[in-house]
T-cell receptor
Framework: GIQVEQSPPDLILQEGANSTLRCNFS?????LQWFHQNPWGQLINLFY???GTKQNGRLSATTVATERYSLLYISSSQTTDSGVYFC?????????FGAGTRLTVKP | KAGVTQTPRYLIKTRGQQVTLSCSPI?????VSWYQQTPGQGLQFLFE???????NKGNFPGRFSGRQFSNSRSEMNVSTLELGDSALYLC?????????????FGNGTRLTVT
């Protein structure tokens, strides 16, 4: 089945810093999504981004499906950005999630 | 619009028992999918229902089953509970099936098996 790898596994930032999270996948797909799971366990959809670039406030994402990767950019990070970021995509028969990047933003 | 509603939020069961979890999707969404989240295995896909039909199934034993009703509400059932079934169970709804539209998750049901 499709393999999904996220990097880095852990990231610690000072408030106000920028960061880039990466998601690599093994097959060319066109249904990638990014999620944020907050410390209370709530999973929020950030982007549905099969290809191209999208922006939403301080967050933006780019997917290059032909090269099998997607990037999530967080600018001017805030403590509320802390949590785990997942990418996910649809394989042959199931949704596959990466292991996540755990982001900690310190005040 | 109301979000995805999962009930109950917490459950404590004993090995060998069975459990039923409920999920009400966002109004108008016809796809409901279920996921198990554990510290060791991460987020794993259980199954997806669209228009009352199971469309896809993950690699879980037959003790895990589900169904979807005509109003798109879904239930999942786990029979003969094992300690390893302790997890956060999440459901998600979407407008299209197969992961081709944004998934919106509920707050989850945390199941503890003792």
């Amino acid at each position: 089945g499709i393999q999904v790898e996220q990097s880095p596994p852990d990231l610690i930032l000072q408030e106000g810093a920028n960061s880039t999270l990466r998601c690599n996948f093994s097959d060319s797909v066109n249904n990638l999504q990014w999620f944020h799971q907050n410390p209370w366990g709530q999973l929020i959809n950030l982007f549905y981004i099969p290809s191209g670039t999208k922006q939403n406030g301080r967050l933006s994402a780019t997917t290059v499906a032909t090269e099998r990767y997607s990037l999530l950019y967080i600018s001017s990070s805030q403590t509320t950005d802390s949590g785990v970021y997942f990418c996910a995509l649809k394989g042959n028969n199931d949704m596959r999630f990466g292991a996540g990047t755990r982001l900690t933003v310190k005040p | 619009k109301a979000g995805v509603t999962q009930t109950p939020r917490y459950l404590i069961k004993t090995r060998g028992q069975q459990v039923t979890l409920s999920c009400s999707p966002i109004s108008g969404h016809r796809s409901v999918s279920w996921y198990q989240q554990t510290p060791g295995q991460g987020l794993q896909f259980l199954f997806e229902y669209f228009s009352e039909t199971q469309r896809n199934k993950g690699n879980f034993p037959g003790r895990f089953s589900g169904r979807q009703f005509s109003n798109s509400r879904s239930e999942m059932n786990v029979s003969t509970l094992e300690l390893g079934d302790s997890a956060l169970y999440l459901c998600a709804s979407s407008a299209a099936h197969g992961g081709y539209s944004p998934l919106h998750f509920g707050n989850g049901t945390r199941l503890t098996v003792t």
